[in-house]
């Protein structure tokens, strides 16, 4: 497959699945559910931090998270009390445990209070092509707060040679404006063209089948050469690859 022939099918596939159909299955859902721009960057990123293992289940805790803070989670976040607080304690996700999801609180707390918010954080630090600076940044601002060390695990670092996953489909969700309504859009201050590709056992396997990707694990390295060969493809859009590299994978099993 030429360069042209594969990015013409690869651009079929982002039509096919980049569709407000894919909001269903999709732990994206969640800060769908707002119309506040704190309330969705607040659930975006809840819903992202828990975003690994079946995806129903992830959907399935993310709206229970979502009741546990009273479906107003920025509210939440500025105004709990410590009843309040011990009722979020019992959440557990996997290994993202009651004590986790408090800490998580306090964090969004801090950077609301503090740092002007989620945002304002995450535009700090941009690179030429690259967030990943940003994201690092991001994790040393967000645990500023008294933490147990265990909880750090919970957001990856760039710059400790990690894909970050969760934390580049989060970002996808927040500044990628698709004009289908499927990713949100709402932030401003950061273009596309520096988003990189939420690369996971799914879209990497992809990524390597097309010849996009020749590392054989999925980590920081990985992402970097998955992201030169996307903006190659498209310059100003490269992770709207991304519906089709986990399309190809999930929904066909290419």
């Given at each position: ?6 990015k013409e099918f690869?651009?079929?596939k982002v ?11 999709d732990?994206i859902?969640?800060p769908?559910?707002?119309q506040?721009?704190?309330d969705i960057?607040?659930s975006g990123f809840?819903?992202?931090t828990?975003?690994w293992?079946?995806r129903k289940m992830?959907?399935?805790n ?6 546990l803070?009273?479906n107003?989670?920025y509210d ?11 009722t979020v304690?019992n959440?557990?996700?996997?290994t993202?445990?009651?004590i ?5 609180i ?5 950077i609301?209070?503090n740092?002007s918010?989620?945002e ?10 690259s ?6 940044e991001?994790?040393k ?7 147990l060390n265990r909880?750090?695990?919970h957001?990856s ?7 970050a996953k ?6 996808r969700w927040?500044?990628?404006?698709d004009k289908t309504g499927v ?13 990189s590709?939420?690369?996971d056992v799914?879209s990497?396997n992809?990524a390597r089948k ?5 590392r ?17 493809l ?6 709207k690859?991304?519906?089709?590299l986990?399309?190809l994978g999930?929904f066909?099993g290419f």
């Amino acid at each position: 497959m030429t360069k042209k022939e594969l990015k013409e099918f690869l651009d079929e596939k982002v039509v096919l699945y980049n569709h407000p159909n894919f909001i269903e299955s999709d732990p994206i859902q969640i800060p769908h559910r707002y119309q506040l721009k704190e309330d969705i960057e607040i659930s975006g990123f809840l819903a992202a931090t828990i975003s690994w293992g079946n995806r129903k289940m992830i959907i399935k805790n993310g709206l229970k998270l979502m009741d546990l803070l009273g479906n107003s989670p920025y509210d939440f976040i500025m105004n709990h009390s410590d009843n309040q607080l011990e009722t979020v304690s019992n959440f557990v996700h996997r290994t993202f445990n009651g004590i986790d999801c408090v800490t998580f609180i306090k964090g969004l707390k801090n950077i609301y209070e503090n740092h002007s918010g989620l945002e304002a954080v995450f535009a700090k630090n941009q690179q030429n092509d690259s967030l990943q600076s940003s994201i690092s940044e991001f994790k040393k601002i967000f645990f500023e707060i008294e933490h147990l060390n265990r909880t750090q695990k919970h957001i990856s670092d760039p710059l400790n040679n990690s894909a970050a996953k969760r934390l580049n489909m989060y970002l996808r969700w927040m500044v990628r404006n698709d004009k289908t309504g499927v990713d949100l859009g709402i932030w401003k201050s950061i273009p596309p063209s520096k988003l990189s590709c939420p690369l996971d056992v799914h879209s990497g396997n992809v990524a390597r089948k097309l010849g996009l990707l020749q590392r054989k694990q999925n980590d920081g390295k990985a992402l970097h050469e998955l992201d030169t060969q996307l903006r190659f493809l498209d310059s100003k859009d490269p992770v709207k690859y991304d519906f089709a590299l986990f399309g190809l994978g999930v929904f066909e099993g290419f």
